[in-house]
Nanobody, 116 residues
Framework: QVQLVESGGGLVQPGGSLRLSCATS????????MSWYRQAPGKERELVAT????????NYAVSVKGRFTISKDNVKNTVYLQMNSLKPEDTAVYYC?????????WGQGTQVTVSS
């Protein structure tokens, strides 16, 4: 019923770019705060970026600020993460999250590997 389907992950070289997409259905996307998290091997899951329901405010982890951009399309019910100037340290499984009221929904995660 509630679905968050991610795409766009893959293998890229340092300095390259990727755009992650998270297509959603089954809930009120326009009322939800959307976030991207990531988890690298052996590390805790960390918040990468957040965009408010209105799309008017965004927040980024210091480590990605200036390189990553989160955006949303309320027509397509999709949230994006544009990742530029990728570094090996960005290698992780990236997760899409929706939050509304008392509910949280998670995507399945998509692997991003930055390596030569």
């Amino acid at each position: 019923q509630v679905q968050l389907v991610e795409s766009g992950g893959g293998l890229v070289q340092p300095g390259g770019s990727l755009r992650l997409s998270c297509a959603t259905s089954g809930f009120t996307f326009s009322d939800s705060t959307m976030s991207w998290y990531r988890q690298a091997p052996g590390k805790e899951r960390e918040l990468v970026a957040t965009i408010t329901a209105s799309g008017g405010n965004t927040n980024y982890a210091v480590s990605v600020k200036g390189r990553f951009t989160i955006s949303k399309d309320n027509v397509k019910n999709t949230v994006y993460l544009q990742m530029n100037s990728l570094k090996p340290e960005d290698t992780a499984v990236y997760y899409c999250k929706a939050a509304r009221w008392k509910f949280s929904y998670w995507g399945q995660g998509t692997q991003v590997t930055v390596s030569s």
